[in-house]
T-cell receptor, first 112, second 109 residues
């Protein structure tokens, strides 16, 4: 049974804090993705990674960075959280040569 | 998802058919997807259609693709309360997925 897990379901942080969101997949997938989901806007791609230590900017990378030190783990970092980063964050993974993305349950982040 | 458009809400009575529509822009997309997001959960792949097909049926689900009009639809027959969710349309482009904003399906008793 394929599985993508995210470290927290709910997170509350203060403006200016550094925030780490962790994602782990057990399917040996090469590709991993971070999206944010906002009402009426659907999913917007923040960053993705197609291999260990590789990363590519998505559509809205500003204010975020990522880390992929191991194949199974993809971390999203908010260097200095701001209120406009309050959102649902979704991690996904995909095998190369396949189109289907498998999603984690999401982390709802609130920045006060 | 400015390239993929969906209505934000659809309300249907329990037992009726639901039809969720989507338009996309890239005629070279090879696959088109429907994902389902239940409340408080991540997204799960519901079904997909290859671009050289015009229809795909899977139990209560029927996907129709009109390539000429770049229009995709998802029909759910005999809609149940468990079908309450947000349904996302997505097109594949260079192994990325371009997402619609999602249609929230509301079931009336």
């Amino acid at each position: 049974d394929v599985k993508v897990t995210q470290s927290s379901r709910y997170l509350v942080k203060r403006t200016g804090e550094k925030v780490f969101l962790e994602c782990v997949q057990d399917m040996d997938h090469e590709n991993m993705f971070w999206y944010r989901q906002d009402p009426g806007l659907g999913l917007r791609l923040i960053y993705f990674s197609y291999d260990v230590k590789m990363k590519e900017k998505g559509d809205i990378p500003e204010g975020y960075s990522v880390s992929r030190e191991k194949k199974e783990r993809f971390s999203l970092i908010l260097e200095s959280a701001s209120t406009n980063q309050t959102s649902m964050y979704l991690c996904a993974s995909r095998s190369s040569g396949d189109n289907e993305q498998f999603f984690g349950p999401g982390t709802r982040l609130t920045v006060l | 998802g400015e390239d993929v458009e969906q209505s934000l809400f659809l309300s249907v009575r329990e037992g009726d058919s639901s039809v969720i529509n989507c338009t996309y822009t890239d005629s070279s997309s090879t696959y088109l997807y429907w994902y389902k997001q239940e409340p408080g959960a991540g997204l799960q792949l519901l079904t997909y259609i290859f671009s050289n097909m015009d229809m795909k049926q899977d139990q209560r689900l029927t996907v129709l693709l009109n390539k000429k009009d770049k229009h995709l639809s998802l029909r759910i027959a005999d809609t149940q309360t468990g079908d309450s969710a947000i349904y996302f349309c997505a097109e594949s482009r260079n192994y990325q997925l371009i997402w619609g904003a999602g249609t929230k399906l509301i079931i009336k008793p």
